[in-house]
């Protein structure tokens, strides 16, 4: 079984960056789809984005395309998120999501076999 922690959640300003990280332990990580999922304070958890198994298919929210960037290497058992040109609204807890059988479309909550215990960003004005 995959266990997921992520890092690099903080406080920064709106039109800054951040890159999160999402370290996997076990020998099977790459057989995951992977992904990351944000829940803002009284909302539901939402899909942002994932990344394929080996790496060559990626999809986005609407909300974060163009400016959010998914990637993995899979040698070192880890997904990144690189976010440029944070907003308010990106505000949330940010989860690492493992999937065994692969994202639909669009990726949902009920997919996630394996979650980490999130990452907080803010993003202040």
């Known amino acids: 079984q995959v266990q997921l922690v992520e890092s690099g959640g903080g406080l920064v300003q709106a039109g800054e960056s951040l890159r999160l990280s999402c370290s996997a332990s076990g020998r099977t990580f790459s057989s995951y789809a992977m992904g990351w999922f944000r829940q803002a304070p009284g909302k539901e958890r939402e899909f942002v984005t994932t990344?394929?198994?080996?790496?060559?298919?990626?999809s986005y929210s609407d909300s974060v395309k163009g400016r959010f960037t998914i990637s993995r290497d899979n040698a070192k058992n880890t997904v990144y998120l690189q976010m440029n040109n944070l907003k308010n609204e990106d505000t949330a807890v940010y989860y690492c999501?493992?999937?065994?059988?692969?994202?639909?479309?669009?990726?949902?909550?009920?997919?996630?076999?394996?979650w980490g215990q999130g990452t907080q960003v803010t993003v202040s004005s």
């Open positions: 999501a493992a999937d065994r059988t692969g994202w639909g479309s669009p990726p949902r909550v009920r997919e996630v076999d394996i």
């Open positions: 990344v394929s198994r080996s790496g060559g298919a990626t």
